[in-house]
Antibody, heavy 117, light 107 residues
Framework: EVQLVESGGGLVQPGGSLRLSCAASGFTFRSDEMNWVRQAPGKGLEWISYITSSGNTIYYADSVKGRFTISRDNAKNSLFLQMNSLRAEDTAVYYC??????????WGKGTTVTVSS | DIQMTQSPSSLSASVGDRVTITCRASQSISTYLNWYQQKPGKAPKVLIYAAYSLQSGVPSRFSGSGSGTDFTLTISSLQPEDFATYYCQQSYSSLYTFGQGTKLEIK
């Protein structure tokens, strides 16, 4: 079964850090581009980061640039999002998603990040 | 960055109705436009990719059209399970962006 499972969410104070993980199974992870997408409570979807299959090309949304870092370990079929200098507005459900022909065809169930004192 | 604008933001309709949702890009994106459906507490699910291609397993009552800057998602005959929020998303740029969403509610 093709599957993505996020983990690492939780409650963190403003200014703190958190590292999210996304475990892939059922497909050839090393061949696929990946995205992180988030959704604040009651709000719409926001794309935040993209990484190519090799990890050589990376993009970020302006809202997280300089604070978040996307990476991957193809040997471990895993995607990561290192989040630093967290703000209240980063509170959201974070999804990882596989990119296939420009669209996101496989999504995880999401992990919740709450930034609050 | 490419901005995506959906209309309407919300829509009330009845089972059996034909519904159209519009998405406009801030610049031409050819047919690099995808549509997703999201139900409360669930991850989004792709319905249409590349503007008009139906994702495998998606009912044929869903269809997409458009190119350049203007796109539409049409549901030909609403079913109870279609009440959800719909998002467009451009993939012309790798700085992917979504529309703000259209919430489809039961009238």
């Amino acid at each position: 079964e093709v599957q993505l499972v996020e983990s690492g969410g939780g409650l963190v104070q403003p200014g703190g850090s958190l590292r999210l993980s996304c475990a892939a199974s059922g497909f050839t992870f090393r061949s696929d581009e990946m995205n992180w997408v988030r959704q604040a409570p009651g709000k719409g979807l926001e794309w935040i980061s993209y990484i190519t299959s090799s990890g050589n090309t990376i993009y970020y949304a302006d809202s997280v640039k300089g604070r978040f870092t996307i990476s991957r370990d193809n040997a471990k079929n895993s995607l990561f999002l290192q989040m630093n200098s967290l703000r209240a507005e980063d509170t959201a459900v974070y999804y990882c998603a596989r990119v296939w022909m420009g669209y996101m065809d496989v999504w995880g169930k999401g992990t919740t990040v709450t930034v609050s004192s | 960055d490419i901005q995506m604008t959906q209309s309407p933001s919300s829509l009330s309709a009845s089972v059996g109705d034909r519904v159209t949702i519009t998405c406009r890009a801030s610049q031409s994106i050819s047919t690099y436009l995808n549509w997703y459906q999201q139900k409360p507490g669930k991850a989004p699910k792709v319905l249409i990719y590349a503007a008009y291609s139906l994702q495998s397993g998606v009912p044929s009552r869903f269809s997409g059209s458009g190119s350049g800057t203007d796109f539409t998602l049409t549901i030909s005959s609403l079913q109870p399970e279609d009440f959800a929020t719909y998002y467009c998303q451009q993939s012309y740029s790798s700085l992917y962006t979504f529309g703000q969403g259209t919430k489809l509610e039961i009238k």
